[in-house]
């Protein structure tokens, strides 16, 4: 299967970093007895996820960033960290405005998830769910369900949702992801991110991530789970 992640900023991944692992690293054997990988998965990123904030994360709002520039390159290491602790190689960043992705044109970012997909032809397509309460994520969103809007020559056989708990009640999964055996590296990618850091009880901490893996398992009847909300799925086989 072919596994396209739509995010609007490096960090958005560790929501499902667990998912994206398990599937990133779930193999079959050929005739010859060489492993193959069942799944190709690529994430694009609407932008770096940096340009916008004018000081540091534990500091003072009226302290200005000293080097944007430096928080430019140490986000894209960190994000490349974590696509190593998924397994994803392929992956990119795009250059749209940070937290003011309502500031251009809708078709713009339409034209960005359209052009990939075309390229890429995904069977799945992974993003954030609509009503979050991040604009770029709900932009991001938007351009996802225009561009896989369903047609006899569509590509896309099913559209999920993950949930960054910005929306809270109004989210309502219908999928859960068993990450048992994946919880670590779902950790360990939020780590990578201390640009991100949020003491808890903020939720850009391993502690709060694994606690809302924990929430989700009991819900799912296991340790640890993600879950998501169905867009649409025109092969059901998919999940099968």
């Not at 302290?63 to 998924?86: A, H, Y």
Request: proline share 5%; net charge negative; with cysteine.
């Amino acid at each position: 299967m072919r596994i396209l992640c739509v995010f609007a900023h490096p960090d958005d991944e560790c929501y499902c970093a667990g998912t994206l692992a398990k599937l990133a690293n779930e193999v079959t054997p050929d005739h010859d007895g060489h492993y193959q990988k069942n799944h190709t998965i690529r994430a694009i990123f609407m932008n770096d996820g940096v340009g916008i904030r004018r000081y540091e994360p534990g500091h003072h709002r009226n302290e200005s960033v000293k080097n944007p520039n430096e928080r430019t390159e140490n986000r894209l290491k960190e994000l490349g960290q974590s696509m190593n602790l998924i397994g994803i190689e392929d992956y990119q960043v795009y250059d749209t405005p940070n937290m003011r992705m309502d500031t251009i044109p809708q078709l713009e970012i339409n034209r960005i998830v359209e052009d990939d997909i075309v390229v890429f032809k995904p069977d799945l397509v992974i993003t954030h769910y609509g009503n979050d309460l991040n604009e770029d994520h709900r932009r991001t969103f938007t351009a996802v369900k225009i561009a896989t809007r369903l047609r006899p020559d569509s590509i896309v056989k099913g559209v999920i949702c993950t949930d960054n708990d910005q929306s809270r009640d109004i989210f309502k999964p219908n999928i859960y992801v068993d990450i048992n055996e994946e919880i670590d590296i779902k950790k360990k990618c939020m780590e990578s991110y201390r640009t991100e850091w949020q003491k808890p009880p903020g939720e850009r901490n391993e502690e709060t991530m694994k606690i809302m893996a924990k929430y989700n398992g009991y819900k799912a009847g296991t340790f640890y789970a993600e879950n998501f909300q169905i867009l649409f799925l025109k092969n059901p086989t998919l999940f099968i």
